[in-house]
């Protein structure tokens, strides 16, 4: 039986992958996806094309611009980005990203985060803390005495 935490991740990484079988044709912005943190087909469309646009760019320019709202943690796009980008990442650019994740916790139940559900939070602090084991992981691996 999986334990809370994997289902968690199933149902956000389900989510995700069903943005991956759609095309809304409504996003505006690359960036669109970093604060959409509903369910809506909308905005699970936006999360998908922020996910493609970061996991497709050769500079890699978004691992330095850090999130500047609960929002962004929430959508887990980002998070979803450094842990399927975590082979191609530099030592720097891995130990950015496990900041970031680890950062995310304590933005997710900051003050500014109060508009988000107790289910947003918990699902953005547990896909933290995944990604932050895994980019400590490949750190480990790869990166003894480097950063």
Not at 2 to 26: D, E, F, K
Not at 78 to 104: H, W, Y
Not at 113 to 139: C, F, H, N, W, Y
Request: hydrophobic residues 40%; aromatic residues 4%; positive net charge.
């Amino acid at each position: 039986m999986p334990s809370a935490h994997h289902t968690v991740l199933i149902i956000v990484l389900a989510a995700l992958a069903a943005g991956c079988a759609m095309n809304t044709g409504s996003v505006t912005s690359p960036l669109a996806g970093l604060n959409c943190i509903d369910d809506s087909l909308d905005c699970i469309g936006k999360r998908k094309a922020t996910l493609n646009y970061f996991t497709s760019d050769p500079t890699r320019s978004w691992v330095r611009q850090r999130p500047i709202s609960p929002h962004a943690y929430a959508s887990g796009v980002r998070l979803f980005a450094f842990k399927k980008k975590k082979k191609e990442l530099s030592c720097t650019e891995l130990k950015l990203g496990r900041s970031e994740a680890d950062a995310a916790s304590k933005v997710l139940r900051g003050s500014a985060a109060k508009s988000l559900t107790p289910a947003q939070v918990s699902r953005g602090t547990i896909l933290a803390a995944e990604v932050s084991r895994d980019l400590q992981r490949e750190m480990s691996r790869r990166c003894k005495g480097k950063a």
